[in-house]
């Protein structure tokens, strides 16, 4: 959900320099970040409908597979990648529902289908084992298809998952007390503001131009993302499944998320027997975006 942000600083000067419209240097800061990262977008169309990916083209033994969390597309990730070493093929799919990928509204998007759905993708795209790696509800799709698929994970990076709970956070607090949702029909600049207060604990500054077309993207999605959200909350307590998971973990949390409270890394750390745990001071809930030096290299040591 917070894909663009950190980009944003990186061209304030070229709006100047330049006159670009909105539009046009949003796409320009997304192509300049894959670029980065040797990342290009490909697509396949299968049974439920199209994934669009990104795929570094590295022919390599080593395969990484991101999942983004709810909310959130491909282009999470750019910047961790490109933090990585180069040598490892990378694929970064947009999960049904989200980014250019299939936004049917008739399909289930519960976790264990979700799962299943990125099984199919993988087997389409002939990647046999992988290095998964999830975040938020991408790290709960990870646990899911580990456990459902052991001896085709190599290891499991899970970035502030969902799935156990040990303390209530700040956002789950507020909508267990309002009854409204600020990850929801965000379709204003003050719901934007919100949703960014939650995402991250230094949100960036975004110019005016640049938060109108954030906000018209954001809100023409709300019908899907009102479904998704729903849909992978009939089974988003892996409670029961968490302590099948049998290959090599390593738990990563932001310190200061307020989406998914630091406590419940704990949580996970007891249920995944052998994991490791890493808090990362200062960081809120996408620690991928917000410090993607250190996560890469925390992924990188692990991972070898």
Request: glycine fraction near 8%; hydrophobic fraction near 40%.
């Amino acid at each position: 959900m917070f894909n663009c942000l950190k980009r944003i600083s990186l061209f304030l000067a070229i709006i100047i320099i330049a006159g670009c419209d909105a539009q046009n240097l949003y796409t320009y800061a997304i192509d300049y970040e894959r670029g980065r990262a040797d990342l290009e977008v490909k697509s396949i169309e299968l049974d439920y409908g199209q994934i669009t990916y990104l795929d570094n083209g590295v022919e390599s033994d080593t395969t990484i597979v991101l999942l983004h969390g709810f909310g959130g597309d491909k282009d999470n990730w750019n910047r961790f990648s490109a933090e990585l070493d180069g040598s490892k093929r990378i694929i970064i799919p947009d999960l049904p529902g989200h980014g250019d990928s299939v936004l049917n509204r008739e399909l289930d998007y519960s976790i264990a289908n979700q799962a299943k759905m990125l099984s199919i993708f993988l087997d389409a795209i002939k990647v046999k084992q992988a290095h998964i790696m999830g975040n938020s509800m991408g790290g709960a799709i990870a646990i899911r298809y580990s456990v459902d698929n052991s001896k085709r994970v190599q290891t499991l990076t899970l970035i502030d998952p969902l799935g156990l709970r040990e303390t209530k956070s700040e956002f789950e607090l507020i909508v267990e007390s309002s009854g409204s949702n600020p990850m929801l029909n965000v379709c204003s600049e003050e719901k934007f503001n919100t949703l960014l207060h939650f995402g991250m604990e230094e949100p960036p500054f975004i110019p005016g131009m640049f938060m109108d077309l954030l906000v018209a993207k954001k809100c023409s999605r709300a019908s899907i993302e009102k479904i998704v959200y729903e849909g992978m909350h009939r089974d988003a307590d892996l409670s029961g499944i968490t302590k099948n998971v049998k290959v090599p973990t390593i738990i990563i949390w932001g310190k200061k998320d307020r989406v998914l409270h630091v406590d419940n890394a704990q949580l996970f750390h007891r249920a995944i027997n052998g994991s490791k745990l890493v808090v990362l001071d200062d960081i809120g809930h996408v620690a991928l975006l917000e410090s993607p030096e250190i996560t890469a290299q925390v992924v990188e040591m692990f991972i070898r």
